[in-house]
Nanobody, 124 residues
């Protein structure tokens, strides 16, 4: 059974930083595309960032480009989201997700495996 568990969320002031972590189990994620999505109250779940299995290719939503970075450690079956210069509009539940090929999708339906999410709240 594929399992993804996020951690690292919390409350931070605007301009601050947080680092989210996601650990996978059940399979080796070394050949999986990994991604982060987020969902704010009353809004659709939206793509934030993705990373190829090798880590060489990364993609970001325009809203976070230049502020967020994504990385992975295949030996630890883990993916990370470093969030800097946080804004109140970044407040959301952040989800780790994966798919077992090299497709770099940005739609929710592109990813079959999801974590339970971790809350990020940015105060103004």
């Amino acid at each position: 059974q594929v399992l993804l568990v996020e951690s690292g969320g919390g409350l931070v002031q605007a301009g601050g930083s947080l680092r989210l972590s996601c650990v996978g189990s059940g399979v080796s994620f070394s050949l999986y595309t990994m991604a982060w999505f987020r969902q704010a109250p009353g809004k659709e779940r939206e793509f934030v960032a993705s990373i190829s299995w090798s880590g060489r290719n990364t993609y970001f939503a325009d809203s976070v480009k230049g502020r967020f970075t994504i990385s992975r450690d295949n030996a630890k079956n883990s993916v990370y989201l470093q969030m800097n210069s946080l804004k109140p509009e970044d407040t959301a539940v952040y989800y780790c997700t994966a798919r077992d090929d090299s497709y770099y999708g940005t739609a929710r339906a592109d990813y079959p495996y999801w974590g339970q999410g971790t809350q990020v709240t940015v105060s103004s």
